[in-house]
């Protein structure tokens, strides 16, 4: 077996908030003037929101917490369940906790929320821990190592086990070459293969079988 604790990302690894997730920027950015169609919004799907909003649309420091706060306004009460899990990633987590494969969740998402979206879908029985940013963004300021380290001594404070980083995004794999482990890139959520392999993946799966196949 050649990891023994899997640490999965949320957005476009479990499950797929694409609905959610672009309606919530979209009512954020309209409340400032700014009208985005929903396909323009998807590849923000992943990054922490304090950068889309810094570095895409040009908000202040100072202004960025008030656009956060329109953004949550419709996700926490709407958006956070226009949602639905990837087909067959049941299967996946089944097929692990049957091998005894200790898995948890490192999400660049509230955490709190993270928990709800898991429990609504039955999806927490399966995981350790859920480590998530707060409120204030200040586990992701930094990229997602921190998040991603959380996990890690929740779950194995001792290091005896083998850990790897599964996710959709560059920010998983960049995160998960600063908490010091191995990541598996997924080509089923919202990065491409080339981004992937960019950031340096350690592999790329474009299956829940291939995916299965690499950890057992």
């Known amino acids: 077996m050649k990891y023994n604790f899997c640490i999965f990302d949320l957005d476009g690894t479990l499950t797929d908030p694409q609905l959610g997730i672009t309606k919530s920027y979209q009512y954020a950015l309209a409340a400032y003037g700014i009208h985005e169609e929903l396909d323009k919004l998807t590849k923000f799907i992943g990054p922490p929101l304090r950068d889309v909003f810094v570095e895409h649309y040009g908000f ?11 953004f949550r306004e419709y996700f926490a009460e ?3 369940l226009e949602n639905e899990v990837y087909s067959r990633i049941d299967e996946v987590l089944t097929k692990l906790n049957d091998n005894e494969i200790v898995m948890a969740v490192a999400t660049s998402k509230v955490g709190l929320y993270a928990e709800r979206i ?7 029985e399966y995981f350790a821990f859920v480590s998530g940013d707060e409120m204030d963004g200040s586990l992701t300021k930094n990229g997602k190592g921190e998040i ?7 779950v194995d404070p001792d290091k005896k086990r083998s850990p790897v980083m599964i996710g959709d995004r560059m920010h998983d794999i960049h995160g998960a070459q600063d908490a010091g482990i191995d990541s598996i890139g997924v080509t089923w959520g919202y990065g491409s293969r080339e981004e992937l392999a960019t950031a340096g993946a350690t592999w790329i799966v474009d299956t829940m079988e291939q995916l299965c196949d690499l950890i057992l």
Do not use: M, P, Q, Y
Request: no cysteine.
């Open 78 to 80: 709407t958006g956070l």
């Open 60 to 70: 202040s420091i100072d202004d960025v917490e008030n656009v956060v706060a329109k």
């Open 118 to 124: 898991l429990k609504h879908f039955a999806l927490d």
């Open 148 to 154: 991603i380290r959380l996990a890690l001594d929740a």
